[in-house]
């Protein structure tokens, strides 16, 4: 299985019965051998909303991400996508996952070809009908219009950062997974991507973060899930003071 398993048309219209207003994390634990990199975790993202996994380095949030990818299963618990997980949506699993958009640290995106052939090309995967017509919208969107025929290979990171976010985004996912989507980005960059986000919150999707950057974090998260060690520390809604927040959380001894 990989990331871009779509099965099935995007502009054919979504099947009803695969979307989901919300995503349950219940009790959910993984394990890597004798390490515990998740352990008894639980929380809930609705339509809406933008939650932020919060945490230093090894506190789990890549992992966590990577479950609500399904791109890994749990060692124990569950994940609900609405009434399904993907344990039990059988042959419809590749189509529930078809309603998910993932950045990661790997941007997936090739050097040698234009912005405009990525997009299109992932665009194709998800047999979005004009491929092309799709890919230069996310150019605008992206602020890149004028670089759609300049090959990826040329661009800086922030730029390949912002191309990246419009291949996650191309098929309008119901649920956006971002992991450090901040990285490489100047100023200007940073708050039209804050603004991007909140736009697709708007639209009623899911989004779920996670991020260093507490200070784009603060206006942009309806709530902030704090890691530690594997385990939830402390959550907070609308929150504010964020970084004093992580800092009295993270400097507590217990869970």
Known sequence: MNAFDTGG???AGHDAALDFDDVIVDDVSRHFGRRRALSRISFTVARGEIVGLLGPNGAGKSTMLSLLATLMRPTSG??????????????????LRGRIGVLGHDLFLYPELSA????????????????NRAALAALQRAGLADRADDQVGSFSRGMRQRVALERALIHDPRLALLDEP?????????????ERLKVLRDSGAIIVVATHDLDLAEGLLDRAVFLRDGRVAHTAARPEALRST???VMGKGGA
């Not at 569950?78 to 189509?95: K, Q, Y």
């Not at 405009?116 to 491929?131: K, M, T, V």
């Open 182 to 194: 901040f990285t490489g980005l100047d100023d200007a960059s940073a708050a039209a991507l804050v």
């Open 9 to 11: 048309p995007a502009e």
């Open 78 to 95: 569950r994940i609900r996508f609405g009434a399904l997980d993907v344990e039990t949506a059988g042959e419809r699993a590749p189509r």
């Open 246 to 248: 992580y800092r009295a």
């Open 116 to 131: 405009r052939e990525n997009l299109a090309f992932f665009a194709g995967l998800y047999n979005i009908r004009d491929a």
